[in-house]
């Protein structure tokens, strides 16, 4: 077994099943943290992914109203909110199939699991679309360049950790919604914390200032 360099703890047993949507829900915070600077982040619940329930719950944050909206923070919105659904992918697939998976073109929405958050997927489409009137770019070329930053974010060495951490958290709580204040006080006590943030660090500055020629670059068969 190789051990992860942030070194998680499993968390304890509770009762509550540990379900696709608590991990849905737990990577669209741990994915906003890369955008703490713009958004307040204010509580997270476990996404309920079933059809036709009201309730919908997931991640809760308000944009900074004094930053200009821009194609960046677009593609921040967008990262977050396709978050839950690459996570959601990956629990039910596994991390080794979605691995081998995003190697390959052309890509296919068939990667993608949508049950029960079809919603979010159209918010998506929503949030790229400015992006590629932007920079004059295919908006499939712009989604896909967001999907595979996601996956390539949550597959780096020990994210996936920390995402099974927080969704950990919600697991065990016994309350139904969580302060985000309170989730990140608990991970900055961890030993892992500092490694995790310098993460965050990287996979920002390797995908931003977000640019033509580096969309282009990514993905050159869709432009």
């Given at each position: 077994?190789?051990?992860?360099?942030?070194?998680?703890?499993?968390?304890?047993?509770?009762?509550?099943?540990?379900?696709?949507?608590?991990?849905?829900?737990?990577?669209?915070f741990v994915m906003a943290l890369n955008?703490?600077?713009?958004?307040?982040?204010?509580?997270?619940?476990?996404?309920?992914?079933?059809?036709?329930?009201?309730?919908?719950?997931?991640?809760?944050?308000?944009?900074?109203?004094?930053?200009?909206?821009?194609?960046?923070?677009?593609?921040?919105?967008?990262?977050?909110?396709?978050?839950?659904?690459?996570?959601?992918?990956?629990?039910?697939?596994?991390?080794?199939?979605?691995?081998?998976?995003?190697?390959?073109?052309?890509?296919?929405?068939?990667?993608?699991?949508?049950?029960?958050?079809?919603e979010d997927y159209m918010a998506f489409?929503?949030?790229?679309?400015?992006?590629?009137?932007?920079?004059?770019?295919?908006?499939?070329?712009?989604?896909?360049?967001?999907?595979?930053?996601?996956?390539?974010?949550?597959?780096?060495?020990?994210?996936w950790d920390v995402v099974n951490f927080?969704?950990?958290?919600?697991?065990?709580?016994?309350?139904?919604?969580?302060?985000?204040?309170?989730?990140?006080?608990?991970?900055?006590?961890?030993?892992?914390?500092?490694?995790?943030?310098?993460?965050?660090?990287?996979?920002?500055?390797?995908?931003?200032?977000?640019?033509?020629?580096?969309?282009?670059?990514?993905?050159?068969?869709?432009?």
């Amino acid at each position: 077994m190789q051990l992860s360099i942030f070194s998680v703890q499993e968390p304890v047993a509770c009762k509550k099943p540990l379900d696709q949507g608590t991990f849905m829900a737990a990577a669209q915070f741990v994915m906003a943290l890369n955008f703490a600077a713009e958004f307040e982040l204010l509580s997270l619940s476990a996404l309920n992914i079933q059809t036709g329930m009201a309730k919908k719950g997931g991640l809760v944050f308000v944009r900074n109203g004094k930053l200009k909206m821009h194609p960046g923070i677009y593609d921040h919105l967008a990262l977050v909110s396709i978050s839950s659904i690459c996570a959601g992918s990956i629990y039910i697939h596994g991390r080794d199939e979605i691995a081998a998976e995003i190697l390959n073109l052309p890509y296919s929405e068939g990667i993608l699991n949508l049950a029960g958050a079809e919603e979010d997927y159209m918010a998506f489409k929503r949030l790229c679309s400015p992006v590629s009137r932007f920079f004059l770019l295919h908006t499939k070329k712009v989604q896909w360049s967001a999907i595979l930053s996601v996956f390539r974010f949550l597959m780096m060495d020990g994210i996936w950790d920390v995402v099974n951490f927080v969704a950990g958290k919600l697991h065990c709580s016994d309350a139904d919604v969580l302060a985000c204040t309170q989730l990140l006080e608990s991970m900055q006590e961890q030993e892992w914390y500092p490694v995790f943030h310098q993460s965050l660090r990287d996979f920002y500055a390797s995908r931003y200032p977000l640019s033509k020629d580096g969309l282009v670059s990514e993905l050159p068969e869709m432009a």
